[in-house]
């Protein structure tokens, strides 16, 4: 991984502002942010450029909760989650409570090129409880090689999806499209 959190709770991986330089965090043998462990909650990942990792831009499991991967108050402090070899970001084994917004999955950083992660651009599996964007806090999720969101298994329960560009750029002027499906559930 290039950044692993296991065990420990309220660390953010990034910078506070966007005004502030976040990490770039690529061309790592596994995932590019892992978040792991029953005691993990309450993290923050942001302001960051992800891409290029063999497996997942952003991987959450393990019991981890309440994560945020983006920024609930300013679009710039959001993640560029791009061209990853599998999932832009996955989400899998029964976590909940966590949160993506103002994040580019599978675009360039301002939103408005294509630069798509291989499989998912978000996939939520078996996890209840996971919110994708609100009506004003909004991610790009497009170009990506499979569906832009997935959401599957019995205990996917609870999540929400609202407010996302869904493929197209985040003007929503422009067909960026997903290969598979924009929404799957």
């Known amino acids: 991984e290039g ?24 061309l790592n043998g596994t995932d590019g942010v892992r978040i792991t462990g029953d005691t993990v909650y309450r993290n923050k990942v942001q302001v960051n450029t992800i891409e290029r990792n063999v497996r997942d831009g952003v991987r959450i499991e393990g019991g ?14 959001g993640n560029t989650i791009s061209a990853n070899g599998e999932n832009g970001v996955h989400v899998v084994g029964g976590v909940g409570g966590n949160v993506m917004l103002y994040n580019y999955i599978g ?22 409880n996971n919110t994708i964007g609100l009506c004003t806090s909004w991610n790009t999720i497009s170009a990506n090689g499979k569906d832009g969101v997935r959401i599957e298994g019995g205990a996917a329960r609870g999540n929400i999806v609202q407010g996302n560009y869904i493929g197209t750029n985040v003007a929503g002027t422009k067909a960026l499209p997903n290969e598979g499906d924009g929404v799957r559930i």
């Open 107 to 128: 675009t360039d950083r301002g939103g408005l090129a294509a630069n798509g992660n291989k499989r998912h651009g978000i996939f939520i599996e078996a996890s209840p």
């Open 3 to 26: 950044v692993l959190i296991n065990g420990a709770k309220n660390v953010q991986v990034g910078a506070e502002s966007p005004t502030a330089t976040g990490n770039i965090i690529t």
């Open 64 to 77: 981890a909760n309440n994560t945020v991967v983006g920024s609930d108050i300013d679009r710039w402090a």
